[in-house]
């Protein structure tokens, strides 16, 4: 297992070197690929400090996008980008808010994903989940609003240490 | 136009692509990766021109399976897409009726007479949305619109009469549905037309709530409402009933969430939001 893990990602290595994507498209590469785990804390939390940056921010979506339309085969892509994606609404830059709300149907339509892998797991259960989850987030203003301050604060005061 | 990176030229050709393997003989549901591509394309480019010339150009209509799987497509795309499908959908009544009028005497697979209620309650629903314009293909509920129509109680009360006659026409065609399944054999192409019905019905049934809540606060006239209130709760326990035959559908609750009704329909002199 952990042997084959370590060959995907040599080749997903090769790919990014031959496809010429960028650094950011990288990480956003990384952090949605087929490995079991992630995308962790660390990885979610760069990339959303760099949507702020308005390059870095199309380089994203770009990549996003194609992740998100992935074939059911491919279902982690699929779900690590809509896991990337609630993090990004709650700690990254507006545009994604905007960027998602104006392409609102790649979610919604998400609702019904259907993959059942060689075992006979639906594995797309965990997909339809977080794209209705998200599907609400969307279409609630006012929630999003304040769970994105809350958020905002709480990385406030952390940063600034215990209070006095 | 899109905010998305697409490239046009690939989607008009993956397009086509899709429309044929949604609609192909397999008897099957329509695979949703396929689907919802063409749901996608609508909302990329505001068009649906080119779903409607490749569902007419596709040879479906020997077929009653694929004419069958056509059907959902066209429906689900109605649903789901951008609004301006339901406004060309408007030009198609005739291939509507062609799909009613072509499936064949020898439906040995027994989808003849689904075909038929099928066609009957998508030209239904074209009228319903032909002269209410405000409604989406789900008919999501959005507070602006049951306000607008209580301004006017007489075109409330229109409208609530229009819905109740699609949800009526809904709680048919499903029990027809229902009344095809195939004892031995497999179903999960009959099984995949009730869940556009479902969510159907359900956007139906949360504006009839809504709307009817809000006209029984703003009317004294509580006598002139009781015909309607009559039937809401016949609707109620209809609705009730699918939900709980679709929440034993194994293949349909993998899919979606099947709502699941209280006993007792809601009492309409409340409101819930205060």
């Known amino acids: ?164 | 136009l899109p905010t998305r990176p697409v490239d046009k030229e690939k989607a008009e050709s993956e397009l086509t692509l899709n429309i044929k393997k949604a609609t192909n003989p397999d008897e099957t549901s329509p695979k949703q990766k396929h689907v919802r591509k063409c749901i996608v394309y609508t909302w990329d480019y505001h068009s649906s021109s080119s779903f409607w010339n490749g569902l007419r150009v596709q040879p479906i209509l020997n077929d009653e399976v694929q004419t069958f799987k056509a059907l959902i497509l066209a429906h689900k795309v109605l649903q789901e897409g951008h609004p301006i499908v339901l406004r060309d959908a408007q030009g198609q009544s005739g291939w509507f009726e062609t799909c009613a009028r072509t499936v064949g005497s020898d439906s040995m697979r027994g989808y003849a007479p689904l075909i038929r209620a099928y066609v009957n309650f998508i030209l239904s629903k074209l009228r319903f949305h032909r002269h209410h314009k405000e409604f989406n293909g789900l008919f999501e509920y959005e507070e602006y619109i049951s306000l607008k129509n209580i301004d006017n109680p007489d075109e409330g009360y229109e409208t609530i009469m229009d819905l109740m006659n699609l949800q009526d026409q809904i709680d048919q065609f499903q029990k027809l549905v229902f009344a095809h399944f195939r004892g031995s054999a497999n179903n999960e192409c009959r099984i995949s037309s009730l869940v556009p019905l479902v969510k159907e019905s359900y956007g139906i049934y949360k504006f009839l709530t809504s709307m009817l809540r809000a006209m029984h606060r703003r009317t004294d006239a509580m006598d002139a409402l009781e015909p309607l209130r009559g039937r809401y709760n016949t609707q109620h326990y209809g609705l009730r009933r699918f939900y709980y035959e679709c929440a034993n559908l194994k293949y349909l609750t993998n899919l979606i969430n099947v709502p699941k009704l209280n006993h007792d329909p809601p009492n309409l002199f409340d409101s819930p939001d205060g």
Request: aromatic share 8%; glycine share 6%; no cysteine.
């Open chain 1, 1 to 164: 297992m952990a042997m084959s893990n370590m060959s995907k990602s040599v080749v997903r290595t090769g790919k990014n070197y031959l496809k010429g994507f960028t650094g950011t498209q990288i990480k956003v590469r990384d952090a949605t690929s087929n490995d079991p785990w992630g995308p962790s804390g660390t990885q979610m939390n760069e990339l959303a400090q760099l949507s702020f940056n308005q390059n870095d921010f199309i380089e994203m979506m770009e990549i996003m996008d194609k992740r998100l339309n992935d074939k059911g085969k491919n279902w982690r892509h699929v779900f690590k980008t809509l896991t990337l994606l609630d993090y990004l609404l709650h700690a990254g830059s507006e545009n994604v808010v905007i960027y998602f709300r104006d392409n609102i149907y790649i979610i919604k339509t998400l609702k019904e994903f259907q993959y059942v892998d060689d075992f006979g797991k639906d594995q797309g259960a965990n997909v339809r989940q977080k794209a209705k989850d998200i599907t609400n987030l969307l279409q609630d203003e006012a929630r999003l609003r304040e769970e994105r301050r809350s958020r905002a604060h709480m990385r406030d005061r952390l940063s600034d240490g215990p209070p006095p």
